[in-house]
């Protein structure tokens, strides 16, 4: 028998709502029935970004909602403070070389989080920088970086802040407006529990004012003219129609699960999983950790690449290992998006197993057990 | 009861096998599994396009892959030879005025064909163009230019042919080796019968050798990254799982019934609906005409919008208008994709009545008797 739970840090398991709405006869885009798709996917999106204005979806991957971004609110030649600290927040930098901007290097430990401090002094110190991007959840590390904060110091210089909100957005508390995002840009395989092929990006005011003095070249990306076409519910170019289709469905369980249940939900799979990690001597990577992904380091002597392969090919569940200089050493547990107690307990079993098939020194049933102590305390 | 009947020309009716396929539990892409089919989508792709090298699989739709095109194969202040005569023809210069090239518009009334003579005229007297791009088949105005004398004409000027084959290939044929086409892009969404959502790119070795120097600012769509991670059945960036593990059905599906014979039914279902159009006093738009679509022009006194309004409305069949300036006027019947006769008789059926409801004096059955005659005869 061969089934698979898949507990990656995204893709994530699309719920069968979702599938058997996507797997429908196709409609038309041009049509008023797919409009209201696009009308009400973009309401329902408003609500998980809080965004001032409804986010649009872009037919591509998460890179290119942070291309987008990129060529719409920057200028060639700009200084644009890039947080690193891990494969996600880097990548910000990778595409601004790429489109000629004058990157700022915020390099961290991969593993820790941006003392908004420091960010106070580049900024301060720095009066020609005045555009910061970073990865709130930094799927490579598993951290959280403290954005509340983050954003508080952009705007008190006056500054720019572009987030990828790629497995922040339906984990973690974010709310655009309020502490003043100026730009979010998500995607659709991660807390939406979707295929991927759909982005996301949503702007401030003060960023749209920015996309007219743009000079980058750009066309596919031009969020210009799909500001004006979304605005009408319409697609500049045919979009991934069945992803919408069930990304109304999705928006609407998590409208029937309550958007704040949904994220306290996250809080508890992180804080179970954690619990486990540490109940099986594994160290936790992240010290301000993200609810999407529990990026945590075996012991010397046991092999992260080994312990993968066993969890998937002998216990059939599917994690992700570690990135770069990371491989040897890290797993990462995925529990972002239509992700139950149960199947967090599964996948903690299975680890279980693979670890200590591994060579690892763990006892049999301690991560699950205090993964479920945590689970039921907060009931 | 209402349940549609898809004959635009594009988005398609997606064949059940492909529709169960991408609604089975998600894979992640970072595995062997997957790795499997990026492998065999590529495979069956070559011999679709008859290409040097396997098509790259990009996420986004088919503008993208235009932009991919564009960014990779030309240099900034280059001029390119962009052949118009339709919405899509047209777009090829838009996104290469976007990207800074020197664009000679090569203007065409909408319906008619490119004469290769003149494009011969144009690339002899003036040296500085060697880039023409086209769209094959001209989806607003079902046209399908001369490919093979153009291409001829192209490789005898050492010019660069780059090709729009979104509703060509697997349609006409078309193969880019054998002609000496440089550069071909095209979409899930049209004769693969999937939904949008992927775009395909194929490129000869003439023209990866410019790959190189291009100075087009890319990321997201830089293919020489993608080449070299699509050579090891991997992409650049997470791929629109779902579409590819359709691809691998519907390339399976053309197999089956034979690449050539897939060809030979496009050529039947164009016949028999210009048959059809002729037999209700419908003019043909294009003297050349595509078989993917059927262009006709209803008479002065028929709306033409009233006629798709009521064919989808009262009789369930989606099929679509004109663009632009010829919105007042043209219908466009798709025949692509995977569709059977029964498909294209029972779309004619509708169309009788609609145009016949719309006060077009129409001969009842008239249309459907002639597209009859047409598959019996091919028999």
Redesign the interface.
Known sequence: MR??L?M?P?????PERA??A??????????NQFSEVIRSCRAGLSEVFSSEEAPLLL??????A??AAMVNFTRRGERVACVGGGKFGERWG??GR???LDVVDVALEWGDALDPDRLDALLRDDPGCRVITISASETSTGVFHPMERIAEVSRSHGALLMVDGITAVGVHTLPMKEWGIDVMVC?S?KSFSL????GFVAASERAWERADRSD???????LRRERKKQAANQT????????ALGLEVVLEMMKEEGLGEVVARHGRHGDATRAAAEALGLELLAKSPSNATTAMLVPEGVSAPQVCKLL?SVYGV?I?GGQEHLKPRLLRFGHLGFISERDVLAGLAALERALIAAGHEAQRGAGVAAAQRLYDASR
């Open positions: 089934e698979e898949l990656a995204g893709p994530t398991q699309v599938r058997l996507m797997a429908q006869t196709l409609c038309h885009h041009r049509t037919t591509c991957s998460g890179t290119g942070f291309e990778e595409v790429a489109y000629g995607g395989q295929p991927p092929g759909m980058h070249p750009r066309y596919y990306f031009d500049a170019f045919t979009p991934a129609i069945t992803i998937h599917r992700a």
